[in-house]
């Protein structure tokens, strides 16, 4: 597996959209200060990958996965693997309850020369390519697929992830044996030794029911196919007899039809003429026709008299005149009258209204002198009150003041008012200003009603002047209208002469409408009368044509009764002659049936001969069928034990094959089922490991080291100390890095090999503490992950902040972070 290219959005510490271009990358370095965010983007790769990452401590923490306050983590993979390239996606969303779930997964199969720079359009899922798995759980094994390691072979060889580099080092046997067990996919020997039980298993289950199916089949032998071949030559020679005999039965059934069918003509003729009979009735439907017409031309005459005398007293009537003109004018004569003797009425109403608006305007005119006078009174005592307090001044004041005030002439307060002098000339004129206002204001109120009272006679006068003109002008309209009148006496005569006419014309009508009426019956009998003699006429035309195959005599279309007498002796005299023939043609029937028999015999004879019962149809057809069937049953079990007896001899062969299979699974089974081959595997395994692993670590401590293994316990030789064995345990940690390096790199080339597994293992990216290191170790180091990349069957990938090897790195991605979020900046090739 190859990354190509990484695209995180609001995963961990990269809140914002970031993508990591791999592409040509051959051998890069992760670099940045601690806490920026280097091991986030592994931990990227193998989440998109596998939905987990080793330091989040499986699926539980799937929550790490949203930066801080964020919603949506959204995380894609593009990477190579075996020559093919895939998309792989994840996305983790939080709900309203604040749970953190996997939203969406998907692997798709990119199409060959697919552009990835084409993925910044803002392209969907489904343009990617092919959608291999669509979910969580079809990830799981689409990914395995693709890579060809499952998450623990993943992160042990191709990204190392921090404080585990040494895991695999200083392991326990067990464990380091099942580590080595699942990377090496030697559980495949399991599978194969369970397979192999199973098919001994299914092999003796499947031999049991061949031997079952071989004793079903034990009547299928040579003798069996024999005779049904013998019975199948029988029945073929029934039906090519059958098939010989049936049509001489045919042609003497043929016949019998025939004379039969001639028996039935003759029969149908006969039943025909018999039913040649006069109807009931027939002969006087002419008759009843007659009369209802002569009853019919009888009442039009009687509906033209009557019209013609409603017509001549309707003509008088429109002569005398219209009464509803000469009614109008004796209702004018009566209004006439009535607007006469209303109109003295009227004037007097005018007259007395007049009285009483000259009374009324005459009684206001004295108010209002009265009125006049006391305002002249009243000023008058204005006047009077002004001189008297002009004389008495100091009176004028007291009738101003209260207890409490100061006084306007001394500005002294004034403890008590003294009282008004008797006799005083202010107020002997104040007395007298009460007195008239008082009479002023009686002469006003006074004033006011009589003139209120004029007023509304004025308008009761103009109402009943205009209610009097209105009238006398009624009057001469009336009086205008009757100018040419004759008098209302002779008005009455003339309405009385018209109201004669009209009742006589009324009569005449209800007189017009009997005769209409009785017409109209007249004529319903006439038309239920025609009726009834076509009715007739088609009775005996259905008759006539029911025979007319047989040439009856000409009909006489003016009379029925002579119709119908003529068709009647016509049909009795053809009857008898037919009679005759009918029983000649029924005796050559029952020759021809007995015939017919004798035929049909024959041909049953043919079928119990062979053994068969006779067909129950009594059709030709169902004579040559019931041979067929016959033949077909017999060639179809002579087939069925063909068949039956070849299953037969499959079968045997079937039980030698299961018999060879089960023998050799089971042995194969046996063989696996011991663990001497899973431990020399395992132990060839390690020792392949170790060999290259000391070749490595040599390289790195300049000759210093070389690793063993003794009992699954893993040590170094120390050269540099006369070739002392050392436990991995007791070296410092430099050492430690180095020995985890080198079965790092070792397990990774030799995974390949020693795999039962189809993993690509086209990177490997090492994520642990360089710093650990000295200059001339870290140098090795350097040159030995240098070497490995040059060889260009991998990428190689560090996470270090070590400079001096980041900077011997040709691709470096510098991973910073502020406040909001973390970037990554490509430098180099």
């Not at 050559?588 to 015939?595: F, K, L, M, Q, R």
Request: charged share 25%.
């Amino acid at each position: 597996m190859r990354p190509l290219r990484l695209d995180l959005a609001g995963f961990t510490v990269f809140r914002d959209e970031t993508t990591i271009d791999f592409t040509d990358a051959d051998y890069f370095a992760l670099v940045g200060p601690t806490g920026s965010g280097k091991s986030t983007v592994l931990d990227g790769i193998c989440f998109a990958l596998y939905g987990t990452v080793p330091r989040w401590g499986g699926s539980r923490g799937i929550g790490n996965a949203l930066a801080p306050s964020a919603n949506e983590a959204r995380v894609r993979l593009v990477f190579e693997s075996a020559g093919s390239r895939y998309v792989a996606t994840r996305v983790v969303r939080r709900d309203g309850r604040g749970n953190v779930k996997t939203a969406g997964a998907g692997l798709q199969l990119m199409p060959p020369g697919f552009d990835v720079t084409r993925l910044d359009t803002g392209m969907s899922l489904e343009d990617l390519g092919d959608v291999l798995a669509g979910t969580p759980a079809e990830m799981d094994g689409a990914i395995v697929e693709a890579v060809g390691l499952p998450y623990e072979q993943f992160t042990s060889c191709v990204v190392l992830p921090q404080g585990q580099f040494a895991d695999f080092l200083h392991a326990k046997p067990a464990t380091r044996q099942q580590i080595l067990v699942n990377l090496l996919g030697l559980h495949v020997y399991e599978e194969v030794q369970a397979k192999a039980s199973t098919r001994a298993t299914r092999a003796e289950a499947r031999l049991t029911a061949v031997d079952q199916m071989l004793a079903g089949l034990a009547d299928a032998d040579d003798e069996a196919v024999a005779a049904a071949e013998a019975r199948l030559t029988a029945m073929r020679e029934l039906t090519l007899a059958v098939e010989r005999a049936v049509p001489m039965l045919s042609a003497v059934r043929d016949r019998e039809a025939e004379l039969a069918a001639t028996r039935d003509a003759i029969a149908g003729e006969l039943a025909a003429l018999t039913r040649v009979i006069v109807p009931d009735g027939s002969t006087r439907v002419a008759e009843a026709t007659a009369a209802a017409r002569a009853r019919a031309a009888e009442a039009a005459e009687g509906v033209h008299t009557a019209e013609e005398r409603e017509e001549k007293v309707r003509g008088e009537l429109a002569a005398a005149g219209d009464a509803g003109s000469l009614g109008l004018l004796l209702d004018r004569h009566v209004e006439l009258d009535r607007l006469i003797g209303q109109a003295e009425w009227f004037a007097g109403e005018v007259s007395v209204a007049e009285v009483e608006y000259k009374d009324a305007v005459a009684a206001a005119d004295l108010t209002r002198a009265a009125h006049n006078g006391a305002e002249q009174l009243l000023e008058q005592a204005r006047l009077d009150y002004a001189e008297a307090q002009t004389l008495d001044r100091a009176a004028a004041l007291r009738a101003l003041l209260a207890p409490g005030h100061d006084c306007p002439v001394c500005e002294q307060p004034v403890a008590e008012v003294p009282p008004m002098p008797e006799g005083s000339a202010v107020q002997t004129a104040e007395r007298t200003g009460k007195a008239a206002r008082a009479a002023a204001d009686v002469a006003s109120t006074a004033y006011r009603q009589r003139d209120a009272v004029a007023r509304e006679l004025e308008r009761g006068l103009d109402r009943k002047r205009a209610q009097l003109e209105q009238h006398r002008s009624r009057l001469n309209e009336v009086r205008a209208a009757l100018a040419d009148s004759p008098g209302v006496e002779a008005l009455r005569r003339r309405l009385a002469e018209l109201t004669g006419l009209q009742r006589k014309l009324d009569e005449a009508g209800v007189a017009v409408r009997s005769a209409r009426e009785v017409h109209r019956r007249a004529q319903a009998a006439v038309t239920a009368a025609d009726e009834q003699q076509r009715a007739a006429w088609r009775t005996f035309d259905t008759i006539r044509d029911g025979v007319a195959r047989f040439s009856p005599p000409p009909a006489d279309r003016d009379d029925l009764a002579v119709a119908w007498s003529a068709l009647a002796g016509w049909a009795q005299d053809s009857a008898r002659q037919r009679e005759q023939a009918r029983a000649e043609a029924v005796a050559a029937v029952e020759a021809a049936h007995a015939e017919t028999q004798r035929a049909r015999d024959a041909v049953v004879e043919l079928f119990t001969g062979s053994g068969l019962g006779a067909p129950p149809g009594g059709a030709d057809a169902d004579l040559i069928r019931a041979a067929a069937v016959a033949a077909e049953r017999a060639g179809a079990a002579w087939q069925r034990l063909v068949e039956r007896r070849e299953q037969a001899r499959e079968f045997v062969e079937q039980r030698a094959a299961l018999l060879r299979e089960g023998r050799v699974a089971k042995a194969l089974a046996g063989h696996l089922r011991a663990n001497n081959f899973e431990r020399w595997l395992l132990e060839e395994a390690l020792d392949l490991l170790v060999d290259g692993a000391s070749r490595i670590l040599r390289e790195l401590t300049g000759g210093q080291y070389d690793l063993m293994h003794d009992k699954g316990e893993f040590f170094v030789v120390d050269h540099h100390d006369a070739g002392l064995r050392r436990g991995v345990r007791t070296l410092s940690g430099g050492e430690t890095f180095q020995a985890s390096l080198a079965l790092a790199l070792a397990l990774s080339e030799q995974l390949a090999g020693m795999s039962t597994t189809a993993a690509s293992l086209e990177s490997i990216v090492l994520d642990e503490g360089f710093g650990t290191l000295d200059a001339a170790t870290l140098d090795v180091v350097a040159a030995t992950l240098e070497n490995l990349a040059a060889r260009g069957d991998r990428m190689v990938g560090v996470v270090t902040h070590v400079n001096a090897l980041a900077d011997r790195v040709p691709v470096r991605f510098e991973v910073h972070k502020d406040a909001r979020t973390a970037y990554v900046e490509r430098v180099g090739l």
